[in-house]
């Protein structure tokens, strides 16, 4: 059938073939605090086919807080689900010894990782700490993605930082996860400056009228659909872009097409 908006479309069918999602922002794993319903590998491939998600890149809660686990549960997830997964090598400035490891390492995964991962607010390290220098400094060299979590405010990741890392790596293709939630002028104000860095949406929906100021005022080619899988709802995020006041050609750009352009060097 035909139909008249991608609204329309999604809404009917529940997927679009000319409009697949990619989700850049994706955890996995049981987390302390809270209780998921499926947070392995498959629960969450199973959520995607449910929502029309052709690709997740994500991250292991076990990398980032275990560092006996580390990136192995990222590789041997994506080694898995290979058509649907792919993978930050997450870094934690707590271990300088795995971060030179996984580093050295790096080049062995081409199959795997698509760039690295930070969560400076949770290691309590900010984003420009010499610690982080080796993976910063090997995604600059190779024009990787840099998923940062930011938040305004904050000592760690908070605009101010963002703006030093921009300015020191402008090779890196720096992914603002949560867009410096709450500092929407200062977030918007450093997509304009910096050419490297992109809003992504995890969180940011849940303000009415952000994702129409970042399209208003910077353009939707620098922006990222993101979920934070399994914390939140695929569903809930799409119905977010398909009914923010933006035009269909915006949302082809923020659900596929920025994703598509930035990983056309992996063979997906």
Known sequence: ???????????AE??????????????????????????????????????????????????????????????EAVRRYPKRLRAYCGINPNYPDVIARDIAEYDQYPDVYVGVKMLADYHGYALTDARYAPAWELADRNELLVLIHT??????????????AAERYPHARILMGHSCHGEW??????????????????????ERGVLERFVGE???????????????NHHYYI???????????????????????LLAKYEL
């Open 218 to 232: 910077t353009g939707s080619e620098r922006i990222l659909f993101g979920t934070d899988l399994p914390w939140f």
């Open 14 to 75: 529940g997927a679009v073939t000319d409009c697949p999602v990619y989700d850049l922002h994706g955890h996995m794993g049981a987390y302390y605090g809270i209780s998921f319903p499926r947070p392995d590998a498959a629960g969450m491939v199973h959520a995607m086919d449910r929502a029309g998600v052709k690709l997740l890149v994500f991250c292991h809660h076990g990398t980032l807080m275990t560092p006996d686990v580390g990136n192995a549960a990222n590789i």
């Open 1 to 11: 059938m035909s139909y008249a908006t991608l609204k329309e479309a999604f809404y």
């Open 185 to 206: 002028d200062k977030a918007i104000a450093l997509v304009k400056e910096f050419p490297n860095l992109y809003f992504e949406l995890c969180a940011v929906l849940d």
């Open 239 to 261: 119905g977010s872009v398909l009914g923010a006041q933006i035009s269909d050609e915006d949302r082809h750009n923020i659900l596929h097409r920025n994703a598509e352009r």
């Open 151 to 164: 938040w305004g405010g904050s000592l760690y990741d908070g605009p101010a930082i963002v703006r030093q």
